[in-house]
């Protein structure tokens, strides 16, 4: 499906979210490549190469990942724990992009090894900004470890 | 005859035959005398020989003389006895012949020589009678009475005729009388009894200082009868009394009895009192003499002994527990009415002598006898150990058994082990109770666990449901304001005015929304959160909350005033937030002065620490002071000043979880302050302190 390079994974599943965090990014100028996994199941096919995207090899893993922890099938902390528990995928930033401010998922997301914790607020604004910063630095500013993929 | 010292066995040898020949001489005159041929004697003394001839001493007279009980004498007027009787050497205890002849003084006490010369002369005037002694020949002396008389000599003027009476006898009743009467006296003085006599014929009373005494007077009183004796007598005792004494005069027996008295000095004693009867058979006079004595201590102590008795007695009787005594042998000496009925008998005599292991204890409920030498029970009835047991089971006279608490204490008698008492009770329905409890606290802890699997349960409900409050009703309207957003941007220039207000209106619904969202999750997020208590300097932390207020207060005057505050046991990050949220008020509602003045400090309320927020900001009406601290409930307008009606909801919730109370005090536009307690207060009240204020407004 989209077997080229990838710079970001966004795991979501609300649509209007979806279209929010993609205008935002187009706006920033950040929209490189991205790909959209509408579910946690999706996501795992698409880091894991298999699935609907058994075309994928681990060579050009995505660059960051914002994933939602509240998702159909696959929940996102399942998500996290699994990439996070393999050699393969452990090192992909990842960004819990979520409403939830509970102190439980922000813990268990951490604990699992989230790189960035952060709740969309509700105010547009600052999602805007909050995604921009987000954005400008995992992708630009982070120098990621050298994949062994 | 003194002999000369240097004389020759011839001059001795005729000496004692001159000696011989007087003594036969001497004998046939004694005999001569005696049996009446001779009327006269020829005494040699220091003066020569004199001649006594006896007038009157005829045949007759001479044997009444000897025959006679007294001693009996003639003798010169210088004491020479010139006759004497058998008895009177027999109470000199020397020979008659030995008498005869020689000086009365010889057989007087030394002492008693001049008084008998004296003697000697008087009588020769008069008849005299005197006592003296006589010094007997084996050196005890005798008592004796004299009677002298004066009596014609033939040829020789006058003779003293001497009678010497015996006294020893009546000298030792005399001195047994002295010596009984001492006795007595030392018996009643130290028995302390007083004594008394009465002559029943005139009434007349004798009595010793101490029978007045136990009447209460200090000395002897001048009248003293028996209706003064009565009048003195308890009134309830009087007529007991008086029967009795005319019973014992009719009667002629002896008086005995006790009774009350009351003393001259009204002191209230018991009395005993005893009297004979006593008929002088010589003066036929009829008397009864008798003794009396204080008994009160002795009553009194009868009295208390009764009462314990009575005491112990009413114990025994009332306790609900069975009390049994056992000897050595296990045999039954006692029972209370409890142990009676327990073990279904009708009368102590069922049980009295019996072996109780015999009757109660000869098997266990399952049937199998038991051994009374092994038992532990009655073991203690010789051995000096207690025992306790509750796992004992004892038998009714019906042949049915009940399981018992029991207590076994040995009765001692100084060292040895006489017997033991054995208390018992039946606690049939007390293990019955301890059953059911038993089973009531199985259900309840079941119940328990039901309940709190149940609470678990709908906590983990309302976690879910905070869960999607959170994620759900934040996310759509974060979609809203990312539209509008959206749309005003990239679309307002081409929107009418009209429209972009609405565009307007919609994003600050949405942050409203948001904000009240957040501060929900918030309050409910409190409800399940557990204190993390610790000792936290509360100055610090209302430092700390005012500095990350900062931004609400960059560009406006405020003048704060901290004071002194303690350390207290609390949850820091709670009670933080409550300065916050107090703070954000007050920096809230003084946004229209231009200089505002914010206090906090701490002041005393009725033995507890309270603190608050005090500011000089628009205030309320305090009517509405009831309605502050709900959820939602708002004093003022959106449009005046901005908030969610959450924050003093959130406050309260907060302290109450301390276990303290809030409270406020306000004037309309002449500001407020916020008063709380972080422990409950001693005196209790301050908890309800808001509604209190509601109600005395």
């Known amino acids: 499906m989209t077997a080229g390079r990838v710079d970001i994974l966004l795991v979501e599943d609300n649509p209007d979210d979806v279209e929010l965090t993609l205008h935002t990014l187009r706006k920033e100028h950040l929209l490189n490549t991205i790909h959209v996994a509408r579910d946690g199941e999706e996501a795992l096919e698409f880091l894991f190469c298999n699935g609907v995207h058994s075309d994928r090899t681990f060579e050009h893993p995505p660059k960051l990942i914002l994933l939602d922890l509240k998702l159909p099938k696959v929940d996102g902390l399942d998500v996290l724990k699994r990439l996070k528990a393999d050699a393969r995928t452990k090192t992909i930033p990842v960004v819990i992009l979520t409403s939830s401010k509970e102190e439980r998922d922000l813990a268990n997301g951490y604990n699992l090894g989230a790189n960035s914790y952060i709740q969309k607020p509700v105010d547009f604004d600052q999602f805007r900004r909050t995604v921009k910063s987000v954005g400008l630095y995992w992708l630009l500013i982070n120098q990621p470890p050298v994949t062994g993929g | ?697």
């Open chain 2, 1 to 697: 005859m003194p002999v000369p010292k240097s004389s020759s066995e011839q001059q001795l040898r005729a000496e004692l035959k001159r000696l011989q020949a007087r003594l036969v001489e001497a004998e046939a005159t004694m005999k001569a005398i005696r049996s009446g041929n001779v009327d006269a004697i020829v005494v040699e003394g220091s003066q020569g020989s004199r001649i006594f001839t006896l007038r009157s001493a005829e045949e007759p007279y001479r044997i009444l003389a000897e025959r006679m009980n007294e001693g009996a004498a003639t003798v010169t007027l210088e004491g020479t006895i010139l006759f004497c009787n058998q008895r009177l050497a027999e109470m000199a205890n020397l020979p008659m012949e030995r008498l005869v002849g020689s000086s009365f003084l010889s057989i007087l006490e030394d002492r008693e020589h001049e008084s008998f010369a004296k003697l000697l002369q008087q009588a020769s005037n008069r008849d005299v009678r005197a006592e003296g002694c006589l010094r007997r020949a084996d050196g005890a002396t005798l008592p004796v009475q004299f009677s002298l008389n004066s009596i014609p000599l033939e040829d020789s003027g006058h003779g003293i005729c001497l009678v010497a009476t015996d006294l020893s006898r009546q000298k030792q009743a005399e001195e047994a009388l002295r010596h009984s009467t001492a006795r007595a006296k030392f018996a009643v003085e130290s028995a302390k009894l007083g004594d008394w006599e009465i002559d029943l014929k005139t009434m007349e009373t004798t009595r010793s200082l101490a029978h007045d005494q136990i009447f209460g007077y200090s000395s002897l009183m001048p009248e003293w009868n028996f209706e003064i004796f009565l009048r003195h007598v308890h009134p309830e005792d009087r007529k007991r009394v008086r029967e009795s004494f005319e019973n014992s005069v009719s009667e002629g027996k002896n008086w005995e009895f006790e009774c009350r008295i009351i003393g001259g000095n009204g002191d209230r004693r018991w009395i005993w009192a005893r009297g004979d009867r006593y008929l002088d058979r010589s003066t036929g006079a009829d008397r009864m003499f008798g003794l009396i004595k204080d008994i009160t201590k002795r009553k009194q102590a009868e009295e208390r002994l009764r009462e314990k008795e009575q005491r112990i007695r009413t114990l025994l009787d009332s306790t609900a527990e069975a009390i049994l005594g056992v000897d050595r042998d296990g045999v039954c000496t006692f029972c209370n009415p409890a142990a009676l009925r327990i073990l279904d008998y009708q009368s102590a005599t069922e049980l009295l002598g019996k072996s109780m292991h015999a009757v109660m204890h000869h098997s266990g409920p399952d049937g199998v006898p038991l051994d009374r030498e092994s038992c532990p029970l009655f073991q203690t009835a010789r051995t000096n150990r207690s025992l306790h047991s509750d796992s004992e089971f004892f038998w009714r006279k019906d042949g049915t058994c009940f399981a018992v608490e029991c207590w076994c204490h040995p009765v001692l008698d100084g060292q040895e082990v006489t017997g033991s008492v054995i208390t018992f009770l039946d606690i049939t329905e007390r293990r019955r109770a301890a059953e059911e409890i038993r089973k009531l606290n199985d259900n309840l802890e079941r119940r328990v666990l039901e309940r709190t699997a149940q609470l678990q349960a709908s906590n983990q409900e309302l976690e879910a449901f905070t869960y999607s409050v959170s994620h759900d009703l934040r996310a759509p309207l974060r979609h809203i304001s990312g539209f509008s957003r959206i749309l005003a941007e990239e679309f307002g220039a081409t929107l009418p005015t009209e429209a972009q207000h609405h565009l307007q209106r919609i994003q600050e619904g949405t942050l409203r929304m948001g904000l009240l969202v957040d501060d929900l999750l918030n309050l409910a997020r409190l409800g399940r959160r557990d204190l993390s208590l610790q000792v936290a300097a509360l100055k610090l932390i209302v430092e700390e909350a005012i500095a990350e207020l900062a931004p609400e207060y960059r560009e406006r005057q405020v003048e704060w005033k901290v004071g002194a505050l303690p350390s207290a046991d609390c949850d820091p990050g709670l009670v933080k937030q409550v300065f916050q949220n107090l703070l954000s008020n007050a920096l809230k509602f003084t946004r229209p002065r231009k200089q505002a003045v914010i206090e906090v400090g701490q002041v005393d309320k009725q033995g507890t620490t309270a603190f608050f927020v005090r500011d000089n900001g628009v205030g309320f009406n305090m009517k509405y002071a009831d309605k502050l601290f709900g959820v939602f409930q708002r004093l003022h307008r959106a449009e005046d000043f901005e908030g969610t009606g959450v924050g003093l909801a959130t406050v309260q919730r907060i302290v109450q979880k301390h276990g303290g109370g809030i409270w406020v005090e306000a004037e309309l536009d002449r500001g407020a302050t916020f008063y709380f307690t972080l422990a409950p207060s001693p005196t209790a009240g301050l908890k309800s302190s808001a509604a209190r204020v509601g109600e005395q407004l």
